[in-house]
T-cell receptor, first 109, second 112 residues
């Protein structure tokens, strides 16, 4: 089955810094999502982005399906951005999303 | 607040107990999911329902039994669990398969 890898596994930033999180997948995908899990365990969907680029405030994401990767950009990071960021990929013909192991982000004040 | 609620939020049970987890979505979605999140492991999909029909059963042990009586409610019935079943159990819904998923806050389960 499809493999999903995320990098870096851990990231520490000063407030106000920018960062790029990467998600690589081993096969062609039809569906890709980015999520943020806060320290209390709540998962919030950030983007549904099987291809192209989307922006939402300080966050943006780009998926290049032909090269099998997706990037999540966080600009002007805030302490509330801390938590774990997951990407999840799905292939055609299945409803199953495979989650990566996440990038744990800590933003320091 | 994502529009998906889960109860209870925390549960401690012995290996011989029977309990149920409840999930309710107020979003008018047609698909619902159960996931398991264990420490140091990626989220694992357990079950998927679309319009109250199970469409995915991801080789989950029979001690976990899902029930979807209508498109707004999803249950996970638990019996004779093992300590390794201790985890965060997350429910999610989406408008249709396999669109954007909205997660509930989870039930943190401890099996003694």
């Amino acid at each position: 089955g499809i493999q999903v890898e995320q990098s870096p596994p851990d990231l520490i930033l000063q407030e106000g810094a920018n960062s790029t999180l990467r998600c690589n997948f081993s096969d062609s995908v039809n569906n890709l999502q980015w999520f943020h899990q806060n320290p209390w365990g709540q998962l919030i969907n950030l983007f549904y982005i099987p291809s192209g680029t989307k922006q939402n405030g300080r966050l943006s994401a780009t998926t290049v399906a032909t090269e099998r990767y997706s990037l999540l950009y966080i600009s002007s990071s805030q302490t509330t951005d801390s938590g774990v960021y997951f990407c999840a990929a799905g292939t055609s013909g299945t409803y199953k999303y495979i989650f990566g192991t996440g990038t744990r982000l800590k933003v320091l004040a | 607040e994502t529009g998906v609620t889960q109860t209870p939020r925390h549960l401690v049970m012995g290996m011989t107990n029977k309990k149920s987890l409840k999930c309710e979505q107020h979003l008018g979605h047609n698909a619902m999911y159960w996931y398991k999140q264990s420490a140091k492991k990626p989220l694992e999909l357990m079950f998927v329902y679309s319009l109250e029909e199970r469409v995915e059963n991801n080789s989950v042990p029979s001690r976990f039994s899902p029930e979807c009586p209508n498109s707004s409610h999803l249950f996970l019935h638990l019996h004779t669990l093992q300590p390794e079943d201790s985890a965060l159990y997350l429910c999610a819904s989406s408008p249709r398969l396999p669109e954007t998923q909205y997660f509930g806050p989870g039930t943190r389960l401890l099996v003694l």
